[in-house]
């Protein structure tokens, strides 16, 4: 997570509501006031009303047209939309990987993951999503195809709401989550193009899988 103290209030204000949302602080349904946030923060209501704007961008609150927001849970479809046009980018990018070879990944996707298992035993979802955008960006980096990782990065803004519909509509603890990576990081190690798409497939598009 990036350091607060050196964020510029805007920031700081989203990225407050952000976590508390991803960690359920705040649940889905739950009426985000302006004026409150405002005061409990000691900010004005242009830079809430900001942070709610971005956070609405982010697929993590709704705001009606009269500017009442509300914490939102993506649906089931939104949710496949997303897995599916991850899946379709990252395969492409999986596929340059594995012509280039994947020893130099192994080492810091694995990182990732012990860092993910720490945030599971915390129960800090906002913390994984951060390392799940820096564990798919690795690997999608690692393709050089510069036009791909600008699409593929354009959808991190969403991850976060798309992960914890997913938690919630499968029912699964966040300590699932480390697993599912490291699937995918031994089927990276042993560099099988068969074993590599069948794991990415299932990580992002099966009904027991999630990102």
Known sequence: MPDLEHLSLPDTVHRLLRTRILNNELPSGTRLVEASIAEELGV??????????RLAGEGLVDISPRRHSTVT???????????????????????????????????????????????ARDRDLAAMVDLDTSFHGTLVAAAHKPR???????????????????LEEQHLDLAEMPRMHRDLVDALAAADPPTVASTLYRHYLRADYVL
């Open 44 to 53: 004005s209501r242009a830079t809430v009303r900001s942070a709610l704007a």
């Open 73 to 119: 849970r993506l649906s089931h479809e939104d949710i496949q939309d997303a897995c599916y046009a991850r899946y379709v980018l990252e395969e492409g990018a999986v596929r340059a990987v594995l012509a280039h070879g994947t020893a130099e990944l192994v080492d810091p996707l694995t990182d990732l993951v012990d860092r993910m298992e720490h945030a």
């Open 148 to 166: 791909l990782a600008r699409l593929f990065a354009g959808m991190d803004a969403q991850m976060g709401a798309v992960m914890r519909s997913s």
